[in-house]
């Protein structure tokens, strides 16, 4: 049976597609068939009705995190439904995302988000378009950086708290030089621990 949510510590986690188009060679999908003893791989995407069916009989929906084993905005219309629908029993909800989701749907999405989203955290992982497209291996190429820069702009427009994120392992000048990307557009930055 799929896994459309999951929980972890003290979150819901939102399972919406295994799509993405990135192909990260961090990626915990190239090891892992999901996360925290959770089979993410699934062989139906839900509807949004599905997945507030699941939610509906979850008692504590306070912190709810769009993360599963793909990219949550190639799945944008059962997103933003769902998000609704938990704005509705107060949830604090974050969006985990590559910053590729406006490219994806041809359109920019961030408005479609306000509202919904209180957080979006954006995958940098890398200072320059180059060394972004070596270490994620975008169906974009190298404009895949540029995507994630203008998405993270597009989501501080809206208003959206926006957090850039990189992990721990490209070491301190990469990390530096992303903090101050990161500043330079107004977003928040944060460094997450490598957990693969």
């Excluded at 702009?153 to 850039?164: K, L, N, P, S, Y």
């Amino acid at each position: 049976m799929d896994t459309y949510i999951y929980k972890y510590k003290k979150a819901i986690y939102i399972n919406l597609t295994n799509r993405c188009p990135n192909s990260c060679t961090f990626c915990v999908r190239n090891t892992h068939d999901g996360v925290g003893g959770y089979h993410l791989w699934l062989e139906k995407e839900p509807t949004a009705e599905e997945v507030i069916a699941l939610l509906e009989a979850e008692g504590d929906v306070s912190e709810i995190i769009f993360c599963g084993l793909g990219e949550p905005t190639t799945a944008i219309d059962v997103l933003v439904d769902v998000a609704a629908y938990l704005q509705t029993r107060g949830s604090h909800i974050r969006l985990n995302t590559n910053g590729q989701g406006s490219a994806y749907a041809g359109e920019d999405i961030a408005p479609r988000l306000m509202g919904l989203i209180d957080v979006v955290s954006i995958s940098l992982n890398a200072p320059t378009a180059e060394e972004y497209h070596q270490y994620c291996r975008s169906i974009y190429g190298e404009q895949a950086f540029q995507n994630l820069i203008d998405f993270s702009r597009e989501c501080i427009a809206e208003g959206i708290d926006t957090v850039m994120t990189v992990v721990d392992v490209i070491g301190d000048e990469k990390i530096e030089a992303c903090r101050a990307i990161a500043q330079d557009i107004g977003a928040r930055f944060r460094v997450r621990h490598y957990a693969g």
